[in-house]
């Protein structure tokens, strides 16, 4: 289970609070207002922002403190992250370990992970040299190899077309349920929220909410989430 317990978050004039657990295993979008902090929340729960008050643990261990590297989550944002100068197999094995040496066994897993999201054999291109859905697959190959149980997601596919955006959700779905891996997602688009998270945690007014349905949510949304989603 990932608890928020008593959080806030106090930057310049901008305020958030968070009292709430999510279950292990559970898939949960991030929904709310532009500007009411949903990534803020996932920078708190990586650790790259500290909260004012409040502690975050993750199966009753307390990881307020814990370097975002050290923490048991993988991250995919928008900007993919990918190192433009290292080939795809260098930016997973980074993954894997720090100093990005590759050993024979992390060579082969490099290489099922590539194999799994497919990109097989493409392992010696730049990112450059990929198209933009080939490197949303690279970034998921590399969340994939590190099998941590908690995936952030920040509007990771965003860039993408609609059949490409649907293919990776379908995909992270199939992973995250393989490897039993707790899927937090800020996502913009009710459609994302519906196909890949039951539960959603509203963002607004200063509060992030404990998870509710998605559907029951979205087939009645409070006002705030209205006028976000345009009904
Ligand atoms: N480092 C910071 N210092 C001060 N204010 C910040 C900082 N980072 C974010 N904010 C403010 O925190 C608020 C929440 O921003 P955040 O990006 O988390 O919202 P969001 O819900 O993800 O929005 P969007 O849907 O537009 O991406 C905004 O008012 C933003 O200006």
Request: proline letters at 11%; a negative charge.
């Given at each position: 289970m990932l608890t928020l317990d008593e959080i806030r978050i106090d930057l310049d004039g901008f305020r958030l609070s968070a009292d709430l657990s999510i279950p292990a295993g559970a898939r949960v979008a991030l929904m709310g207002p532009?500007?009411?902090?949903k990534s803020t929340l996932l920078s708190v729960i990586a650790g790259f922002l500290a909260p004012s008050r409040g502690r975050v643990l993750w199966q009753e261990t307390e990881i307020t403190r814990t370097p975002p590297g050290a923490r048991p989550l993988s991250i995919l944002f928008q900007?993919?992250?990918?190192?433009?100068?290292?080939s795809v197999a260098r930016n997973l094995a980074l993954g894997l370990n720090p100093k990005g040496k590759i050993s024979g066994a992390d060579q082969s897993r490099i290489e099922t992970a590539l194999d799994r999201v497919g990109l097989a054999g493409l392992g010696a291109r730049k990112p450059g040299q990929l198209s933009g859905g080939q490197q949303s697959r690279a970034a998921l190959a590399r969340a994939l190899l590190r099998a941590r149980p908690i995936l952030l997601l920040d509007?990771?596919?965003?860039?993408?077309g609609p059949a490409l955006k649907a293919e990776m959700l379908a995909l992270v779905d199939e992973i995250a349920r393989e490897q039993g891996t707790t899927v937090l997602m800020v996502s913009h688009d009710p459609e994302d929220a519906r196909a890949l998270c039951p539960q959603t945690v509203l963002v607004a007014e200063g509060r992030a909410h404990p998870p509710q349905d998605t559907a029951r949510l979205l087939a009645e949304p409070p006002p705030a989430l209205r006028a976000y989603l345009g009904g």
């Open positions: 532009s500007g009411a902090g900007d993919q992250n990918l190192f433009p100068h290292l509007e990771p596919f965003a860039a993408l």
